[in-house]
């Protein structure tokens, strides 16, 4: 009763803006064979994403798992400048001036296998109406450290097939992407080995509670700020750091 009356008077106290609809892709293979593989970083993300915005059951659509989340972004006027690790784990004062910006995420999760992930992107972004612009790739990306992660702009899919898919169908190479780290693994067993194993129950943990909030922190301050903001306070986590050492 106490949290909802502090958040009650914290939106008395507020602005309220708008930003337009964005979609989220998470890349990944269906499957029970798949499911909490390193590969499959970018449906994990999606999950959380889903599960932290109460989105409404999955629908099926354009090759693809579709639900859209009506998204509310509380900024605390003197708190904007803080990092994205600050901002996911603050609590809401009410006694504080605070922006709200409010708007629709769409959170997918293509279906068609990984090497042909663009068919469902290019129609999903038909059919929602959403501009590549506003578009975002979530991917598994092995050349940053497990639990680390970035947000980049435009570049190669780096060996990674399910983003070459979706940069061949939209003919584009500035896709923004938000990358997860996974490592490259021991040597032996090989990178595919690596890529296709489940993540340790401890490390899938790790993501869970410390570094998909931070993820979810930085995809808002995309959508709200754009790519720019984004990446200036999400690079900071290239190199890992969010996941507990012991």
Not at 29 to 46: E, K, Q, S, W
Not at 61 to 68: E, H, K, P, V
Not at 122 to 151: N, Q, T
Not at 176 to 190: E, F, H, S, T
């Amino acid at each position: 009763a106490a949290a909802a009356a502090a958040a009650a008077a914290a939106k008395t106290a507020s602005s309220r803006k708008t930003f337009d609809d964005h979609l989220v892709v998470g890349l990944g293979n269906p499957g029970a064979d798949y499911t909490h593989t390193r590969h499959n970083a970018g449906f994990l993300l999606i999950d959380f994403l889903a599960h932290a915005y109460g989105a409404p059951a999955w629908r099926s659509q354009c090759g693809a798992l579709l639900t859209s989340a009506e998204v509310e972004v509380v900024e605390q006027h003197e708190e904007q400048q803080r990092g994205l690790l600050e901002q996911a784990v603050r609590e809401q004062s009410a006694a504080r001036a605070c922006t709200v910006h409010v708007g629709r995420i769409h959170l997918a999760k293509p279906q068609t296998f990984m090497n042909r992930s663009g068919d469902a992107v290019e129609k999903l972004m038909a059919a929602l109406g959403v501009p590549r612009s506003r578009l975002l790739v979530v991917a598994d990306d092995i050349y940053l450290p497990e639990g680390g992660f970035c947000i980049r702009r435009k570049g190669s899919a780096g060996g990674h097939n399910g983003v070459a898919s979706v940069q061949a169908c939209l003919r584009a190479s500035d896709l923004v992407r938000l990358k997860i780290g996974v490592g490259r693994g021991a040597a032996v067993g090989g990178l595919h080995t690596h890529v296709l194993a489940r993540l340790p129950p401890a490390v899938l943990a790790g993501l869970r509670a410390h570094a998909f909030p931070v993820m979810k922190a930085s995809i808002e301050q995309l959508c709200v700020h754009g790519v720019e903001r984004a990446m200036e306070s999400a690079n900071r986590y290239r190199k890992g750091g969010l996941l507990p050492t012991d």
